[in-house]
């Protein structure tokens, strides 16, 4: 996973891609690291959309996981997420 910060949305944008080569489906659970540690912190995710295709696609967001993502071997699948307050964190994918 790849990301950066958009500071005019206050948004996080996540480039995911598959590691074994083939199309992966399922929940999506990122961490943040505090103290430059990365530990059991689950970061407050408000809202999560796929911004892969030409329609966004909202994603379903429930105790800190985002639900049926989908990445392929084809391209990357690009997701535009917002976190609760706007905080900026170092995110890692649990």
């Given amino acids: 996973m790849r990301y950066w910060y958009d500071a005019k949305s ?7 891609r598959s590691r074994s080569g083939d199309t992966e489906k399922g929940a999506l659970r990122l961490t943040a690291a505090l103290d430059g540690t990365f530990g059991n912190y689950t970061p407050p995710i408000e809202t999560a959309v796929d911004i892969s295709g030409a329609t966004p696609r909202p994603l ?3 105790e800190g996981s985002i639900s049926t993502v989908k990445v392929t071997s084809k391209r990357p699948t690009k997701l535009r997420v917002h976190i609760k307050g706007g905080i900026r964190l170092q995110l890692g994918v649990k």
């Avoid at 206050?10 to 995911?16: A, E, K, N, T």
């Fill in 10 to 16: 206050g948004d996080y944008i996540l480039v995911l």
């Fill in 60 to 62: 379903d967001v429930k």
